[in-house]
């Protein structure tokens, strides 16, 4: 698959997600882009390399943690009223164990 029609298949999945429909088109590509660039760096591959279709799901997973990280940048943890809240600062391992497979020695 090229990488526009896994791009468009990622897009579909996220705009399924019932917490994603008030999310600007361009917003969720510019992340759908950045979740790309975040994947070719961990399995070391070129950016002019085809993704499979099987990373479909990893860079889904990828654009819900971006997004839902937006406002949070820069934060690592939080707390307010006796509630605190810790935010993800690296690829998940869940995401990490998808993407192992596809990992190239630099």
Do not use: H, W
């Not at 993704?51 to 690592?76: A, F, K, M, Q, W």
């Not at 809240?85 to 190239?104: A, D, N, V």
Request: net charge neutral; proline share 5%; charged share 25%.
């Amino acid at each position: 698959m090229t990488n526009k029609e896994v791009s468009e298949k990622v897009l579909a999945k996220l705009k399924v997600r019932p917490d994603m429909q008030y999310i600007n088109d361009d917003y969720m590509n510019a992340t759908i882009e950045d979740a790309f660039n975040d994947v070719y760096t961990y399995i070391n591959a070129r950016s002019d390399d085809n993704i499979t279709e099987s990373l479909i799901t990893p860079i889904t997973d990828l654009c819900v943690i971006r997004i839902n990280l937006t406002g949070n940048e820069g934060l690592t943890a939080s707390g307010k009223a006796g509630t605190s809240e810790s935010y993800i600062t690296s690829i998940p391992k869940p995401i990490r164990r998808k993407l192992q497979k596809y990992r190239r020695l630099p």
